[in-house]
């Protein structure tokens, strides 16, 4: 097993490794030393272009709406020959079933990645609860109204996730519910203790209350 990872790979299969990445051992160079100058020659392929190549094969999938790849070049806590995948789906289940497809896809020659043991993170799903209190014009209906509101702010946060790192605003909202006819101006939006957006998260529609004067 230690010979499937570039860190603990000798002799032949070290060779390999270098064949993969084109990085050839000089005549006499012994193990460690040319471990260490392989490493250090793929270490920009590992940070950008491969885990790029690994997310391009995973966004082949229709049901995948966004995806991280991380290494421990990313997070210390990851260890050496792991990828991590955080995928974002538009499934409300991300079966087990479809997680072994996905690492199916990417058990292959064609990426070069260093080691081939994948495993998946839960996307972090962060609701926001607020109160929003909105004008509206003499001649609109109420509750046809609350329902025009209720419907953008579905929309606005199916948009928020669709993909990582969107972060809710509260102009962007605004902006959104001002494109509704019979509001005549959005009073207040509170949103208050609004959850901090790292890494694999996602910001979602908590308990909104919808105020209509």
Same mark, same amino acid.
């Given at each position: ?7 603990? !790979? ?39 272009? *491969? ?10 999938? =229709? ?8 290494? *421990? ?6 260890? !050496? ?45 962060? =609701? ?40 809710? %605003? ?24 609004? =959850?901090?957006?790292?890494? %694999?998260?996602?910001?979602?529609? %908590? ?7």
């Amino acid at each position: 097993m230690k010979q499937n990872f570039i860190q603990t !790979a000798t002799g032949e299969r070290l060779d390999y490794w270098g064949q993969i990445f084109a990085v050839s051992r000089s005549e006499g160079e012994a193990d460690d030393t040319y471990r260490e100058r392989l490493l250090g020659g793929v270490s920009n392929r590992l940070a950008v272009g *491969t885990k790029n190549a690994y997310k391009d094969k995973i966004m082949e999938s =229709p049901i995948v709406l966004d995806a991280l790849v991380e290494n *421990t070049a990313d997070d210390v806590g990851i260890l !050496a020959g792991t990828i991590r995948l955080t995928v974002l789906t538009s499934d409300v289940d991300f079966t087990e079933l479809q997680k072994l497809e996905i690492v199916r896809s990417l058990q292959t020659n064609d990426f070069g990645m260093v080691g081939d043991e994948f495993v998946f993170r839960n996307v972090d799903v962060l =609701p926001i609860d607020g109160e929003i209190t909105i004008y509206k014009n003499l001649d609109v209906d109420s509750e046809q109204l609350r329902d025009g509101v209720d419907g953008k702010i579905e929309e606005y946060f199916s948009e928020l996730k669709s993909s990582f790192g969107r972060e809710f %605003g509260k102009n962007d909202l605004e902006r959104k519910l001002l494109q509704i006819e019979g509001i005549s101006r959005v009073h207040l939006l509170t949103f208050e203790n609004i =959850p901090v957006l790292d890494s %694999g998260a996602i910001h979602s529609r %908590g308990n909104i209350q919808i105020n209509i004067l």
